[in-house]
T-cell receptor, first 119, second 112 residues
Framework: GAVVSQHPSWVICKSGTSVKIECRSL??????MFWYRQFPKQSLMLMAT?????????EQGVEKDKFLINHASLTLSTLTVTSAHPEDSSFYIC???????????????FGPGTRLTVL | DAKTTQPPSMDCAEGRAANLPCNHS???????VYWYRQIHSQGPQYIIH???NNETNEMASLIITEDRKSSTLILPHATLRDTAVYYC?????????????FGPGTSLSVIP
């Protein structure tokens, strides 16, 4: 399957600072990217969906001005947590979806996740 | 809301088969059933997927009922490393895409 990387794998920051998380597709051209957030002992919660070259679609309750998503190319998406606060501490996971070659189904590939801790 | 329902937790003895059920009674004709698992503090890992027919790969087998309203993931010989949360989700085929909503999944504990 495709390889998706995230950087950094973990980050600790002070309250009020901004943090950028990168999601890269290393061998796959992703038409759609998803960003998820996961709190301890909970399932993945979809934050937003983005298509290359267009604005992201945010889920209800997710502040688009706080979680800035940029999907500038088929291989790179970034999530910037602006003015981070302790309640933003979470595990952030990106995934990419695209056609698996000539197959008839969409494939979704997940990154390894980024652990954000806001002090 | 998630389109699937799964039991919240299951135990399985090491070396035995683990059978994880999933209900997807509202599945559409162009939706595939996918299974992923998530080991603690890692991103989800793809296991297997299917449309109508049963599928098998090196990791698991997927049994889909004839009416497609439910499926079972089978790990034939569970090991301690199979302890994880298993997610069953449905995804549309290539003509369109739908946002993927994860339910709470099934927390599988493989016991020595």
């Amino acid at each position: 399957g495709a390889v998706v990387s995230q950087h950094p794998s973990w980050v600790i920051c002070k309250s009020g600072t901004s943090v950028k998380i990168e999601c890269r597709s290393l061998d796959f051209q992703a038409t759609t990217m998803f960003w998820y957030r996961q709190f301890p002992k909970q399932s993945l919660m979809l934050m937003a969906t983005s298509n290359e070259g267009s604005k992201a679609t945010y889920e209800q309750g997710v502040e688009k001005d706080k979680f800035l998503i940029n999907h500038a190319s088929l291989t790179l998406s970034t999530l910037t947590v602006t003015s981070a606060h302790p309640e933003d501490s979470s595990f952030y996971i990106c995934s990419e979806m695209g056609l698996a070659g000539l197959s008839s189904y969409n494939e979704q590939f997940f990154g390894p996740g980024t652990r954000l801790t806001v002090l | 809301d998630a389109k699937t329902t799964q039991p919240p937790s299951m135990d399985c003895a090491e070396g035995r088969a683990a059978n994880l059920p999933c209900n997807h009674s509202t599945i559409s004709g162009n939706e595939y059933v996918y299974w992923y698992r998530q080991i603690h503090s890692q991103g989800p890992q793809y296991i297997i997927h299917g449309l109508k027919n049963n599928e098998t790969n090196e990791m698991a087998s997927l049994i889909i009922t004839e009416d497609r309203k439910s499926s079972t993931l089978i790990l034939p010989h569970a090991t301690l490393r199979d302890t994880a949360v298993y997610y069953c989700i449905v995804i549309k085929a290539k003509t369109s895409y739908d946002k993927v909503i994860f339910g709470p999944g099934t927390s599988l504990s493989v016991i020595p």
